[in-house]
């Protein structure tokens, strides 16, 4: 089981920042052992990729909206993933979940709650 927990959502001015958190709860899961990914899910719209990133950490799959802007990263030693937003738009409102593919077979096995970012025009 690994439990992910995202944090960093909120309310922010088009052009404005955020930088999203994601963590296991479960102290002895390495999330750098597993592919990890970003989703989104905004109000009558079903949930798309945002970016993943391989276990390996040197492949990356930005959503083509989000390139330029929007940057995956991890840090091993805090066992954290993160997502800076920059150049937000009102358009990137939505819940945004981290999610983790344990197995490596591009199936995402666990979410985290979601964390929610308002962009305001």
């Known amino acids: 089981q690994v439990q992910l927990v995202e944090s960093g959502g909120g309310l922010v001015q088009a052009g404005g920042s955020l930088k999203l958190s994601c963590a296991t709860s479960?102290?002895?899961?390495?999330?750098?052992?597993?592919?990890m990914g970003w989703f989104r899910q905004a109000p009558g719209k079903e949930r798309e990729s945002v970016v993943s990133?391989?276990?390996?950490?040197?492949?990356?799959n930005y959503e083509d909206s989000v390139k330029g802007r929007f940057t995956i990263s991890r840090d091993h030693a805090k066992n954290m993933l993160y997502l800076q937003m920059d150049r937000l738009k009102p358009e990137d409102t939505a819940v945004y979940y981290c999610?983790?593919?344990?197995?490596?077979?591009?199936?995402?096995?666990?979410w985290g709650q979601g964390t929610q970012v308002t962009v305001s025009s």
């Open positions: 999610a983790a593919d344990v197995n490596r077979d591009n199936i995402w096995d666990y």
């Open positions: 479960n102290s002895e899961r390495n999330l750098g052992w597993y592919s």
């Open positions: 990133v391989n276990w390996r950490g040197d492949k990356t």
